[in-house]
């Protein structure tokens, strides 16, 4: 049972548009969202993160939107770049009473066509 | 930003052997360090937390006498892949958090080990 779902596993975006990336999570328990960066036989990159106390967090060109009720948070990337190509990871956690640990999605392999 | 390595990067064994993996925190110190395999096209499945001076806690089927973790140090946790099968080859990737860092936010991640067993 996956508790955290990233339904699409790849996306093109044209270079200079949007790139939205969606994860659905169905722990309830979750309060802590991260999306990582991943290149091949690479390990994954930090890139933003949100708590459950808020509904959005921007960080340059990366915006992450929590909607609670939905169970849903998706990262916008604008403008796309080439270089922002590579899978996006989704992940969650519980918090600090559940062990810290973070519950990956199986990823979304972002390609960004020049 | 805080780095991890891993090494080594790539390893080829003949089965039955073991395979030890190092995880380093190069500039922080690292209470607790997880290590994760990626099977290829999925997502990366915890195997175990490593707290630095206590055993490591496991996920659920995943064989402790099997996968030997060993967090001596503040900035080193070793996993060993023991009498090595071909379904073991994985990408084996660990991850340190920042004990300096009162929140238990980001995990820095390593570079990943790709581990092949012949």
């Known amino acids: 049972d996956q508790q955290v779902k990233q339904n699409s596993p790849s996306l093109s975006v044209q270079e200079g548009r949007i790139s939205i990336l969606n994860c659905d999570y169905t722990?309830?328990?979750?309060?802590?969202f991260l999306w990582y960066k991943k290149y091949p036989a690479e390990g994954p990159t930090f890139l933003i993160s949100i708590s459950s106390i808020k509904d959005k967090n921007e960080d340059g060109r990366f915006t992450v939107f929590l909607n609670k009720s939905a169970k849903h948070l998706s990262l916008h990337i604008v403008p796309s770049q080439p270089g922002d190509s590579a899978v996006y990871f989704c992940?969650?956690?519980?918090?600090?009473?559940?062990?810290?640990?973070?519950?990956f999605g199986p990823g979304t392999r972002l390609s960004v066509l020049p | 930003g805080a780095v991890v390595s891993q090494h080594p990067s790539r390893v080829i064994c003949k089965s039955g052997t073991s395979v030890k993996i190092e995880c380093r925190s190069l500039d922080f110190q690292a209470t607790t360090m997880f290590w994760y395999r990626q099977f290829p096209k999925q997502s990366l499945m915890l195997m175990a937390t490593s707290n630095e001076g206590s055993k490591a806690t496991y996920e659920q089927g995943v064989e402790k006498d099997k996968f030997l973790i060993n967090h001596a140090s503040l900035t080193l946790s070793t996993l060993t892949v023991t009498s090595a099968h071909p379904e073991d080859s994985s990408f084996y990737i660990c991850?340190?958090?920042?004990?300096?860092?009162?929140?238990?936010?980001?995990?820095?991640f390593g570079p990943g080990t790709r581990l092949t067993v012949t």
């Open positions: 992940a969650a956690s519980a918090g600090y009473n559940y062990g810290q640990n973070f519950v």
């Open positions: 722990n309830s328990m979750f309060d802590y």
């Open positions: 991850s340190a958090r920042d004990s300096s860092r009162g929140a238990f936010y980001e995990q820095y």
